[in-house]
């Protein structure tokens, strides 16, 4: 079944999986993390692209970002890609692809999803058994979000920023968020969403994504996690 078309609009926040060609290994020493992250930064704001959350596993990465520019999104992508694959091909003296093809892009209801979505990404290490808490590997924007480190990199959501007024309120109320178990329902409905490419919302955020880009992308299950999933 052929993926449907991406989505790219200016304000349009989306939950993006790039892969490791074949799943291989794309990260191979802290440099090579350090690296990645100033790519990033650089490059996101080139294209005014908002990094909300990130986590940088050892074969892909997890990003969740908004663009002001109609294909900032791609752009952004694309370039952070190629220019972080010629690190990679300079100082391990290999050659060819180190990307899969295409990354995977799933734009994300900001009213119900967002906040699920952050948790998902900087989670990810803890579900994969790599560390027991999000705070203790050193490669994604959970210290960042969670006011135990200087923001480099993420520049907050507007969903994030509704959690409390005050930045330590709002630092201390996330962590207290995310330590609460993110409900299965809401995994599987994130990872349908990214692996299928399609929105992760109710009908009425798929109807006004189609109205917007001109597109149908295609019908799927309705409905919205509970309050308790956020």
Not at 19 to 42: I, Q
Not at 68 to 95: A, P
Not at 145 to 155: D, F, I, L, Q
Not at 178 to 206: H, W, Y
Request: some cysteine; overall charge positive.
């Amino acid at each position: 079944m052929p993926r449907p078309p991406r989505i790219s609009l200016p304000g349009l926040t989306c939950h993006i999986v790039q892969r490791g060609n074949d799943r291989n290994r794309t990260f191979f020493s802290d440099e090579d993390y350090r690296t990645y992250l100033l790519l990033l930064k650089r490059i996101s704001r080139r294209y005014e692209t908002s990094v909300h959350a990130y986590v940088l596993m050892t074969n892909h990465v997890h990003l969740l970002m908004t663009s002001k520019q109609q294909d900032g999104l791609s752009r952004t992508m694309q370039q952070v890609g190629s220019s972080y694959t010629r690190h990679v091909n300079d100082r391990y003296e290999r050659t060819g692809t180190l990307w899969e093809g295409r990354f995977r892009s799933s734009p994300v209801d900001s009213d119900f999803y967002c906040l699920a979505c952050y948790r998902y990404i900087e989670l990810n290490p803890v579900r994969a058994g790599m560390v027991s808490s999000p705070g203790e590997y050193r490669w994604s924007s959970y210290n960042e979000n969670a006011g135990r480190r200087a923001p480099s990199v993420v520049e907050p959501h507007d969903s994030f920023l509704a959690i409390a007024s005050a930045s330590d309120e709002r630092a201390s109320c996330y962590r207290a968020i995310v330590n609460d178990q993110l409900p299965d329902k809401t995994i599987s409905a994130i990872r349908r969403a990214t692996s299928s490419g399609m929105p992760i919302g109710d009908e009425t955020f798929r109807k006004a994504i189609e109205q917007r880009s001109g597109t149908v992308i295609g019908r799927r299950q309705r409905g919205r996690p509970s309050k308790k999933g956020l």
